[in-house]
C-alpha cells in the first residue's frame, strides 16, 4: 500500500470548514484513499473513501487531485465533537482487506 | 443494527500469562481484521479473516494468534505476555472480501490490555 503524508496537527473554528490535506503521490491506479477518524479512547471511525471522483456523504466531502497524488478531507461545518486524529490511507482493492495507518492529523475545533 | 462487539472492555495481565479477546461483528458481516494500537507505535495490521481462514498478517510474532468461528465471532490469542504488548486491541468488521465500493471497516471499541 502506499504511504501517506498529513500534518500532525491542525486547528479549526467551531462553525466552519475545515479542511484537512493528505498526499499520497506514490499512489497506483487501483489504489483507494479512505479516510477514518478516531475520537479519544475510541475505536476508528470510517468517514468516507474514492477513487478519482469527489465524494460526499452526510460526514464530510472528499476532493481528489486529477493526478489523484493528494486529497482534501473537507467538513463543511467544525464542531466540538469532530475534534479527533483524522487518518488517510491508501488501500489496493483487491482480495486483502489490511489498513495501514500513519499518524494522523490531529483537528482540534476550538470554540 | 448492533455495531462491532468486543468482550472484555478491559484486562490486566501479568507477564507471562495467556489472553484471549473476543470480537463479534456486524451482523452479515464475514471479514474480521484484529489491529493493535500503542502510543509509540499507533495502529498496526495484526491479521484478517474470513470465512474461518486468515488471508492476511501483519508483522507480529508467533506469540499473537487468532481464529475465526462459523457464526463469524473471532477470537485473538497472546500467549506468554511481555510488558510492551500492553495496548487497545481493535477488532474491525466488514461486509464482504472481496473488494466493493461500500465494503468499509467498521471498528469496536476496543480491549484495553495492561500487562504488568
Known amino acids: 500500500d502506499a504511504k501517506t503524508t498529513q500534518p500532525p496537527s491542525m486547528d479549526c473554528a467551531e462553525g466552519r470548514a475545515a479542511n484537512l490535506p493528505c498526499n499520497h503521490s506514490?499512489?497506483?491506479?487501483?489504489?483507494?484513499v479512505y479516510w477514518y477518524r478516531q475520537i479519544h479512547s475510541q475505536g476508528p471511525q470510517y468517514i468516507i473513501h474514492?477513487?478519482?471522483n469527489n465524494e460526499t456523504n452526510e460526514m464530510a466531502s472528499l476532493i481528489i487531485t486529477e493526478d489523484r497524488k493528494s486529497s482534501t478531507l473537507i467538513l463543511p461545518h467544525a464542531t466540538l465533537r469532530d475534534t479527533a486524529v483524522y487518518y488517510c490511507?491508501?488501500?489496493?482493492?483487491?482480495?486483502?482487506?489490511?489498513?495501514?495507518f500513519g499518524k494522523g492529523t490531529l483537528l482540534t475545533v476550538n470554540p | 443494527k448492533a455495531g462491532v462487539t468486543q468482550t472484555p472492555r478491559y484486562l490486566i495481565k501479568t507477564r507471562g500469562q495467556q489472553v484471549t479477546l473476543s470480537c463479534s461483528p456486524i451482523?452479515?458481516?464475514?471479514?474480521v481484521s484484529w489491529y493493535q494500537q500503542t502510543p509509540g507505535q499507533g495502529l498496526q495490521f495484526l491479521f484478517e479473516y474470513f470465512s474461518e481462514t486468515q488471508r492476511n498478517k501483519g508483522n507480529f510474532p508467533g506469540r499473537f494468534s487468532g481464529r475465526q468461528f462459523s457464526n463469524s465471532r473471532s477470537e485473538m490469542n497472546v500467549s506468554t505476555l511481555e510488558l510492551g504488548d500492553s495496548a487497545l486491541y481493535l477488532c474491525a468488521s466488514s461486509l464482504q472480501y472481496d473488494f466493493r465500493r461500500d465494503n468499509e471497516q467498521f471498528f469496536g471499541p476496543g480491549t484495553r490490555l495492561t500487562v504488568l
Open positions: 490511507i491508501v488501500r489496493a482493492g483487491g482480495s486483502n482487506y489490511k489498513l495501514t
Open positions: 506514490t499512489i497506483s491506479g487501483n489504489e483507494y
Open positions: 451482523s452479515g458481516h464475514r471479514s
Open positions: 474514492g477513487l478519482k
